[in-house]
């Protein structure tokens, strides 16, 4: 079996509704316009990496429903190897009902589902999937003790492992830094990490130092339209850059940190090669910029095809 990127994730359909204002408690308003998507920080992340052409395996869990059937074949269709996907027995797959306002404000409620049942138990299944991949991608839209057995069977296999602990808060189990080789947050997790409240690059800066104390070997701070903060470690020291990303007109900023982790992971698969993370993390920066550019989350992330296009 040929080594891949394995993103071991959540699944989640999205349902949003445009509308003038919020409804208040008790109160029926009328939408404008209505879209569904597939989403969920995990396959957006799939989507992500296999655009770039990266050899993708998704491991996650949907119902036994029709978002169950349409998220796998969106997946299939942006050439994401699914047979690691499972169906619950009991819960539904994952959705976000979003609302948008006339301000372009939202209020979401995400109801897990299906996520909740992607435990420690289903890493074991997965155990030929996680060891047979080059890298694997986990996100914190699972229960933590599944991410802890799948960067274990990565780790004991000789696999990187990719924590992109979001969304994250206070409590996540800091623990699992011990078994991460590649760490990517943003400002806010930064902070629910090292507890370093995060306003200036200098607090960026120490949050990526306390981050490499923890365990891994690269810790990455996405900062917006500022860039990404990068930090090794090299010849036992930390190494911190700070890349600096191309000005663009940002329109709809949605999972630009799922585009940003799922083009690292692939770059870096493809290079097979984590000597040239700085590299990977410039190109990666590049693409998640490139993707603000565009409306919607996964719509936004560009193919191989286009880049090539584009940029020859
Ligand atoms: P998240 O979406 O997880 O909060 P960020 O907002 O830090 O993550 O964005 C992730 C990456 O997307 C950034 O490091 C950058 O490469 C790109 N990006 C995000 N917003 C912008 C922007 N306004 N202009 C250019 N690039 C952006």
Same mark, same amino acid.
């Given at each position: 079996?040929?080594? @891949?990127?394995?993103?071991?994730? +959540? &699944? $989640?359909?999205? =349902?949003?509704?445009?509308?003038?204002?919020? !409804?208040?408690?008790?109160?029926?308003?009328?939408?404008?316009?209505?879209?569904?998507?597939?989403?969920?920080?995990?396959?957006?992340?799939?989507?992500?990496?296999?655009?770039?052409?990266?050899?993708?395996?998704?491991?996650?869990?949907?119902?036994?429903?029709?978002?169950?059937?349409?998220?796998?074949?969106?997946?299939?269709?942006?050439?994401?190897?699914?047979?690691?996907?499972?169906?619950?027995?009991?819960?539904?797959?994952?959705?976000?009902?979003?609302?948008? @306002?006339?301000?372009?404000?939202? +209020? &979401? $409620?995400?109801? =897990?589902?299906?996520?909740?049942?992607?435990? !420690?138990?289903?890493?074991?299944?997965?155990?030929?999937?996680?060891?047979?991949?080059?890298?694997?991608?986990?996100?914190?839209?699972?229960?933590?003790?599944?991410?802890?057995?799948?960067?274990?069977?990565?780790?004991?296999?000789?696999?990187?492992?990719?924590?992109?602990?979001?969304?994250?808060?206070?409590?996540?189990?800091?623990?699992?830094?011990?078994?991460?080789?590649?760490?990517?947050?943003?400002?806010?997790?930064?902070?629910?990490?090292?507890?370093?409240?995060?306003?200036?690059?200098?607090?960026?800066?120490?949050?990526?130092?306390?981050?490499?104390?923890?365990?891994?070997?690269?810790?990455?701070?996405?900062?917006?339209?500022?860039?990404?903060?990068?930090?090794?470690?090299?010849?036992?020291?930390?190494?911190?850059?700070?890349?600096?990303?191309?000005?663009?007109?940002?329109?709809?900023?949605?999972?630009?940190?799922?585009?940003?982790?799922?083009?690292?992971?692939?770059?870096?698969?493809?290079?097979?090669?984590?000597?040239?993370?700085?590299?990977?993390?410039?190109?990666?920066?590049?693409?998640?910029?490139?993707?603000?550019?565009?409306?919607?989350?996964?719509?936004?992330?560009?193919?191989?095809?286009?880049?090539?296009?584009?940029?020859?």
């Amino acid at each position: 079996m040929s080594k @891949n990127v394995v993103i071991f994730g +959540s &699944i $989640v359909q999205d =349902l949003i509704s445009y509308t003038e204002r919020f !409804p208040r408690p008790g109160e029926s308003v009328r939408g404008s316009a209505f879209h569904a998507g597939a989403g969920g920080k995990g396959a957006n992340q799939a989507v992500a990496a296999a655009r770039l052409g990266a050899n993708v395996t998704m491991i996650g869990m949907v119902g036994k429903d029709m978002f169950g059937d349409s998220n796998i074949e969106s997946l299939r269709q942006n050439g994401v190897d699914t047979s690691g996907v499972g169906r619950s027995q009991e819960k539904h797959t994952a959705t976000a009902t979003i609302t948008v @306002n006339q301000e372009a404000e939202n +209020s &979401i $409620v995400v109801t =897990l589902g299906a996520n909740l049942d992607l435990l !420690p138990e289903f890493a074991d299944k997965s155990h030929s999937l996680l060891a047979n991949s080059h890298l694997v991608l986990c996100q914190g839209e699972i229960p933590e003790a599944a991410n802890r057995r799948a960067f274990e069977i990565a780790r004991g296999n000789g696999a990187k492992t990719f924590l992109n602990p979001a969304p994250g808060d206070a409590k996540m189990d800091k623990s699992i830094l011990s078994l991460t080789d590649i760490v990517c947050t943003n400002e806010n997790e930064a902070e629910f990490i090292t507890g370093i409240p995060q306003t200036t690059l200098e607090d960026a800066e120490n949050a990526a130092r306390k981050m490499l104390e923890m365990g891994p070997q690269i810790a990455i701070i996405t900062l917006g339209a500022k860039g990404v903060l990068l930090a090794q470690t090299l010849n036992s020291k930390p190494d911190l850059k700070l890349i600096p990303v191309q000005k663009v007109e940002a329109i709809d900023t949605t999972g630009a940190g799922d585009c940003f982790c799922g083009s690292l992971a692939a770059l870096l698969s493809l290079d097979g090669n984590l000597e040239n993370v700085e590299r990977a993390t410039r190109c990666a920066a590049k693409l998640a910029a490139l993707s603000v550019t565009r409306r919607g989350t996964q719509a936004s992330y560009w193919k191989k095809g286009e880049i090539l296009e584009k940029f020859p």
